[in-house]
């Protein structure tokens, strides 16, 4: 079954906009991920929120996360053509720290 | 440092034949290890994963099973092949503990025809 589900499935936007993805899950999780996957690649971590934090920056990206809403987000700054990609979040639920659930992704296209 | 390597990174089977895709990874020991199955533009359905040699959790019941021989040693093998086992099989490994990051290795694509 799947955890997590990311919003929008395909977000299109021109370079040097921001790009804003949504995380919504169902169960109590112990920590919130977000990946990376270039076209038939494997998939690069960006970055993991703990449940106890609310915020996290890493360069261009800042991830939130609201524990009560079940909803994380992500959002790249100043995108770039590059930053084109499909953005995956995923969890690591308390019940069962093992596993690493994915959502079915938001594929970001960035118009030079 | 650690890497993940799998392969092979394409594979095309014809149905009914037996199918085998490898995975190691180096730098790193007793690793959480991982099968991912990732449809055409979909996300990624969590096959199998272990913690420790000779310990496997199947997350889907399907044609395939999981075998962990070695450490950091990952194996995904099916006795017959069907047309709904196509897509891309990523390998990934974790540290294996909370606040962790999975890594993922480059994927193998597997068409059966």
């Known amino acids: 079954s799947q955890q997590g589900e990311e919003d929008p499935q395909a977000l299109s936007i021109q370079e040097g906009e921001n790009a804003t993805m949504n995380c919504s899950y169902k169960?109590?999780?112990?920590?919130l991920q977000w990946y990376r996957q270039n076209s038939g690649r494997g998939l690069v971590h960006l970055i993991l929120?703990?449940?106890?934090?609310r915020e996290k920056h890493s360069g261009r990206l800042r991830v939130t996360l609201d524990t009560s809403k079940k909803s994380s987000s992500l959002l790249i700054t100043a995108s770039r053509a590059a930053d084109t990609a499909s953005y995956f979040c995923?969890?690591?639920?308390?019940?069962?720290?093992?596993?690493?659930?994915f959502g079915p992704g938001t594929s970001l296209s960035v118009i030079p | 440092s650690q890497t993940i390597h799998q392969w092979p990174a394409t594979l095309v089977q014809p149905v009914g034949s037996p199918l085998s895709l490898e995975c190691t990874v180096e730098?790193?020991?007793?690793?959480?290890l991982y099968w991912y199955r990732q449809a055409a533009g979909r996300g990624l359905q969590l096959l199998f994963y272990?913690?420790?040699?000779?310990?496997i959790s199947s997350e889907v019941p399907q044609n395939l099973s999981a075998s962990r021989p070695q450490d950091r040693q990952f194996i995904l093998s099916s006795k017959k092949l069907l047309l709904s086992d196509s897509g891309f099989y990523l390998c990934?490994?974790?540290?294996?503990?909370?606040?962790?990051?999975?890594?993922f290795g480059q994927g193998t694509r597997l068409t059966v025809v």
């Open positions: 169960t109590s999780i112990n920590n």
């Open positions: 272990s913690v420790g040699i000779g310990q």
């Open positions: 995923a969890t690591v639920m308390k019940t069962s720290y093992d596993k690493v659930i």
């Open positions: 990934a490994w974790s540290a294996g503990q909370f606040n962790t990051e999975a890594f």
């Open positions: 929120i703990r449940s106890n934090e």
């Open positions: 730098g790193t020991s007793n690793p959480n």
